[in-house]
């Protein structure tokens, strides 16, 4: 049981603990979008390697188990998202081409990933999607890739651990058209189908 005089320190650790919150799957947990439906399908064990570092990826720790998700929360006129920054050149962050055209695709063109429940099998490949952030700036990018949210901690994945189910990984044209600030790379926004 803790004493009166522990319960400040507590509070301070519980309050770093929340602040710390940098990834999209602790987005997803803050968020709560579990209560959506769309519960988590298994877990990868990582594996590290040769993780590229240009956008700051969560490159995969060895024995570190990672949250793997089918779905992704339901689709709306406005669906909360968590948009990460994402090169889709060759040699960077993005990995392999991308799934829907199996080609690269330069850091200025309007390109993103969706995650793999959104992806949905690539029935979104090549469709425009809005995507608008907090200060109601919007902007319009096509769907070239999935955000794996089952897959993984290999080279194919630049050894990064699979994404989130809310992710809309997106280049650094479609940060800079919103005006958000790359350094961060990761912020909330609402995204819909055009």
């Not at 650790?13 to 602790?26: D, P, Y």
């Not at 992710?167 to 058209?177: E, K, L, R, T």
Request: proline residues 5%; aromatic residues 6%.
């Amino acid at each position: 049981m803790a004493t009166a005089g522990a319960r400040p320190a507590m509070a301070v650790f519980l309050l770093a603990a929340v602040s710390a919150c940098h990834t999209a799957s602790c987005l997803v947990r803050r968020a709560g979008f579990d209560a959506a439906g769309c519960q988590p399908s298994g877990y990868l064990p990582g594996r590290s390697g040769n993780c590229e570092m240009s956008n700051s990826p969560d490159c995969c720790v060895d024995g570190r188990q990672y949250v793997q998700f089918l779905c992704s929360p339901p689709v709306s006129a406005t669906t909360p998202a968590v948009l990460t920054l994402n090169s889709f050149e060759k040699g960077k962050d993005g990995g392999h081409p991308s799934e829907c055209d199996n080609a690269y695709h330069d850091d200025s063109e309007m390109v993103v990933a969706l995650s793999t429940g959104w992806f949905n099998g690539k029935s979104r490949c090549g469709r425009t999607v809005k995507i608008t952030a907090k200060g109601g700036s919007s902007v319009s990018a096509k769907v070239v890739d999935e955000c794996d949210s089952v897959n993984g901690c290999d080279a194919e994945h630049n050894y990064e651990e699979p994404c989130a189910n809310n992710v809309v990984d997106a280049s650094p044209a479609v940060w800079g058209a919103l005006g958000l600030d790359q350094n961060i790379g990761m912020q909330e926004v609402t995204w819909s189908d055009e």
